[in-house]
């Protein structure tokens, strides 16, 4: 008997996953108001109702709480009368019931099915055989094993034959949904144009490794099962989708830490599923590629960091590593130590991060720092390895000394203690963008890949366009002697410099469709109009605060010469023409008071940032809080924003004597 399973019905449309014609019963449809889309549960709980893909047919909400999706053009049913329709997890770990035949003992061999049959067809294989491939690129983030036993090695030949063979159904479900994660991964980092029709399918095989293999957690004991899970987190962030790429790369190092990754090696070596997986797993080299991960998304997203432990660091351990690793490792110890910052006053904790970042740096030579180039990045062979690793982890070390200062930037204090802080936050940020706009800017396939750097160009255009707006709003109020005036001379590069990145994104996004890209141009090409009005002389200054509308997006500068940047779980930064004030303010203009959580004084901005406003009698349709899950579509900077604004207000406001 041939397996089959159904999707959710979506929109009153019927998709079928397998070749099988559906049994279900019809539903009785319902009519429907204008501009509904939601399903019932998402209307019942006030929600937007948001899909991973369009070929998605159960909703991001219901799949997060494990219920049926059922679309409002349908009348609901009782659920003890309702076939399950949709491919979802038993929360005690059970296999999906995908048929009849699987509740009679047949689990494994269903689930066998579901997963295979995704697996492309023989064309679509041989429409990805004559993709330019881009290996290297893809899976840096995945190595778990030492560099010195990677470099010069046949990685080209070893991830084709990893990704393209079709794997044996006898296997277990984890190697093939390793199979599905790995073809998913690929197929996401090449250029959406090469193959236009396998856009969806990366998409199609995350979602079934996720929904059959990964989210069950007796099936993941093992390092393959977290490998994948690194896997399916590496997915989102490259997607943009970085909360859930926090999320699910949290339950990997939860299942890592119950099968003691994090201690050291006189422990017992957890258990792999197949033999030869220990040469490609280790697992101290795993458990460091986990910690690492997470500081990086932490620090995206403002959140706590999973451990705060660094082993990996200790003396012994930073001995047999190679000059890169090294670097790699203390870099992820200063991370670390970002997170575990507090007082944004600690100027001694601050050098001290910043002294270690000095010192990681200078592991690698000079020459090493220069920009890498781009055309060498694409393809599979050594090179393409190397000089991927090399500009990924000069973002990274850029993106954490802008981080470490930033809050300093817009301090109001001419004390000169603050000075080294604001230029190296210039500083750090100019280098992103230099390297962003040769990256995103050619014409090469790696420029495909991962949309996390799209988050570290918003971040240093933000800070590097404040940085000018603060420079000239202090030339008006003091003649000479402030630590930013050096900018006059560099305005006219750097200011090329962002209107380039600006158009980077807008590229992306006429090209592709790119939501994140359109979104993300909107507001730095309104932050541009800021600068160009500093310049003119206007003299702005910014604040936070709340506005109960139904206004989700941000808007532009409009006749009252504000601009509205709305983040989600913090409230509404607006920028507006204020003389005589500093750039960020202690309070909030207007009538509107800051609601609880978003007090801005001596206390750090939001503190309690859970606590929303009240929508009142807001639609389900109209809520300004999207999921905390939601999806690029929904919140384009998915919380990077509301971290960097919260950061920047955090020490701009500050009471000096706080430390330092």
């Known amino acids: 008997m041939q397996t089959s ?7 009153g449309l019927n998709h079928n996953f397998h070749t099988a014609k559906m049994t279900e019963p019809a539903l009785k449809r319902r009519k429907l108001r204008k501009g509904t889309q939601s399903c019932w549960e998402c209307k019942r709980r006030k929600t937007r109702c948001t899909f991973v893909s369009p070929r998605e047919s159960v909703c991001d909400g219901c799949r997060s709480r494990e219920v049926q999706c059922v679309s409002q053009e349908f009348c609901e049913e009782n659920e003890e009368n309702t076939t399950p329709r949709s491919v979802q997890i038993d929360v005690n770990g059970k296999a999906p019931p995908l048929t009849h035949d699987a509740t009679k003992g047949n689990d494994g061999q269903a689930m066998h099915h579901a997963l295979l049959d995704v697996w492309p067809s023989p064309t679509e294989l041989e429409d990805i055989l004559d993709m330019s491939t881009n290996t290297s690129i893809l899976f840096h983030g995945l190595i778990c094993i030492p560099y010195s036993e990677l470099i010069g090695k046949d990685i080209a030949a070893h991830w084709r034959r990893d990704i393209l063979l079709k794997p044996s159904p006898d296997v277990h479900p984890v190697t093939i949904a390793r199979k599905l994660l790995l073809l998913g991964t690929f197929l996401q980092g090449n250029p959406r144009d090469s193959i236009k029709r396998l856009n969806t399918t990366s998409h199609l095989l995350v979602e079934t490794a996720s929904r059959l293999v990964t989210s069950q957690d007796d099936l993941i004991a093992s390092l393959e099962g977290i490998e994948c899970l690194m896997m399916e987190a590496m997915f989102h962030n490259n997607a943009g989708n970085i909360r859930r790429a926090w999320l699910t790369h949290r339950r990997a190092i939860a299942i890592a830490q119950m099968m003691g990754l994090h201690r050291d090696s006189s422990y017992p070596q957890p258990k792999a599923i197949e033999p030869d997986s220990q040469a490609n797993l280790n697992p101290e080299h795993m458990w460091f590629r986990l910690v690492i991960t997470d500081r990086y998304l932490s620090l995206m ?4 960091q999973a451990s705060p432990e660094s082993p990996f660091c200790s003396p012994s351990a930073l001995a047999s590593c190679n000059p890169l690793e090294r670097m790699e490792r203390l870099e992820s110890l200063a991370g670390g130590r970002i997170l575990q910052r507090t007082n944004p006053r600690d100027l001694a904790l601050t050098h001290e991060i910043d002294k270690l970042l000095q010192d990681a740096a200078a592991i690698m030579p000079p020459q090493w720092w220069l920009l890498p180039s781009i055309p060498d990045i694409a393809g599979d062979g050594t090179q393409a390895l190397t000089e991927t690793l090399r500009l990924m982890n000069q973002f990274t070390h850029y993106h954490l000394l802008a981080q470490l200062h930033l809050p300093y930037l817009l301090h109001p204090s001419d004390e000169r203690k603050y000075d080294y802080s604001k230029t190296t936050a210039v500083t750090a940020s100019r280098e992103i963008l230099v390297r962003f706009v040769a990256f995103r800017g050619s014409a090469s396939p790696a420029a495909a890949y991962c949309r996390g750097v799209d988050f570290l160009a918003f971040i240093a255009s933000t800070l590097l366009t404040l940085a000018h707006v603060e420079a000239r709003r202090r030339q008006r109020e003091v003649s000479g002697g402030y630590v930013l005036d050096f900018l006059a001379h560099q305005r006219q590069g750097d200011r090329g410099l962002l209107e380039r990145t600006v158009e980077c994104m807008e590229n992306m996004a006429k090209g592709d469709g790119d939501v994140m890209a359109t979104k993300v141009s909107e507001v730095l090409r309104q ?3 800021v600068e160009a009005g500093a310049t003119e002389g206007v003299v702005y200054c910014a604040n936070v605060g709340s506005e ?8 532009g500068l409009g006749e009252d010469k504000v601009l509205r940047i709305h983040i989600p779980y913090f409230g509404i930064v607006k920028i507006e023409e204020a003389e005589g004030l500093p750039l ?10 800051d609601p609880v959580g978003y007090q801005i004084g001596g206390e750090p901005v939001n503190s309690d940032w859970q606590q929303v406003p009240d929508h009142g009698n807001a639609t389900d349709e109209g809520l300004l809080v999207p999921c905390l899950t939601a999806e690029v579509d929904d919140w384009v900077l998915q919380g990077v924003d509301m971290a960097l604004f919260d950061n920047l207000i955090w020490g ?9």
């Open 5 to 11: 399973y159904n999707f959710q019905l979506r929109r």
């Open 301 to 304: 997203l403002g959140l706590p």
């Open 527 to 529: 932050l541009l109009a």
């Open 548 to 555: 109960e509308t139904g206004e989700v997006e941000s808007s």
């Open 584 to 593: 960020v303010r202690k309070g909030s203009t207007g009538t509107e008071a």
């Open 652 to 660: 701009a406001t500050a009471t000096d004597g706080q430390g330092g």
